[in-house]
């Protein structure tokens, strides 16, 4: 069985901040991990995908993952957030033969 | 590519009631998927289909649940006899299984309240 966690239901920040938004998963075999965005009143938008290959991974609108197995995450960061990036968040895996599994989401809350 | 599109966006009903939600997945997508999305929670898979095929259906909240894909391009959703417990958002997404299949794209979903 697969599971994701995402620890942190909420993540508040200043603009021009860092930001990392955590997500481990747990799961027997090799896995697919995908970070998606949720803006408010619209649908799930893909941000990033690892699916093998280099281990650190670029997204649209200046995000990025790193995929470290040891410790089972996959870790979603930005240099510096905007306005425009509040949104809720979700870490995704597939492994084996099965569907898409979503962890609970992280709210990242973004003020000026 | 229009995306996936979802009829109706929202959806309030009476207990007891019957519905039903359509879903229009991108049209050269054969792979197709009903979530469910409550509140705080992230998106919970219910079930699958390639084409006209329904290749996932155990994780179907009850059997109160049934989805179907006739033809292989729309698919709806129906929930029968609902309850309040089944008010959440109910989300599609579609996908080309030639490409690997894990790129899913999602619908704006339809909002339901069950009074």
């Known amino acids: 069985a697969q599971s994701v966690t995402q620890l942190d239901s909420q993540v508040p920040v200043f603009e021009e901040a860092p930001v990392e938004l955590r997500c481990n998963y747990s799961?027997?075999?090799?896995?697919?991990l995908f970070w998606y965005v949720q803006y408010p009143n619209q649908g799930l938008q893909l941000l990033l995908k690892y699916l093998s290959g280099s281990t650190l991974v670029k997204g649209i609108n200046g995000f990025e993952a790193e995929f470290n197995k040891s410790q089972t995450s996959f870790h979603l960061r930005k240099p510096s957030v905007h306005i425009s990036d509040t949104a809720e968040y979700f870490c995704a895996v597939i492994s084996g033969y099965s569907t898409l599994t979503f962890g609970k989401g992280t709210m990242l809350l973004v003020s000026p | 590519d229009t995306g996936v599109s979802q009829n109706p966006r929202h959806k309030i009903t009476k207990r007891g009631q019957n519905v039903t939600f359509r879903c229009d997945p991108i049209?050269?997508?054969?792979?197709l998927y009903w979530y469910r999305q409550t509140l705080g929670q992230g998106p919970e898979f219910l079930t699958y289909?390639?084409?006209?095929?329904?290749?996932?259906k155990s994780r179907l909240l009850s059997d109160r649940f049934s989805a179907e894909r006739p033809k292989g391009s729309f698919s709806t959703l129906e929930i029968q006899r609902t309850e309040q417990g089944d008010s959440a958002m109910y989300l599609c997404?579609?996908?080309?299984?030639?490409?690997?299949?894990?790129?899913?794209?999602f619908g704006s979903g339809t909002q339901l309240s069950v009074l």
């Open positions: 049209s050269e997508h054969n792979r």
């Open positions: 799961s027997s075999v090799s896995v697919y």
């Open positions: 289909f390639q084409n006209e095929a329904q290749l996932e």
């Open positions: 997404a579609s996908s080309l299984a030639e490409t690997g299949g894990e790129k899913l794209f």
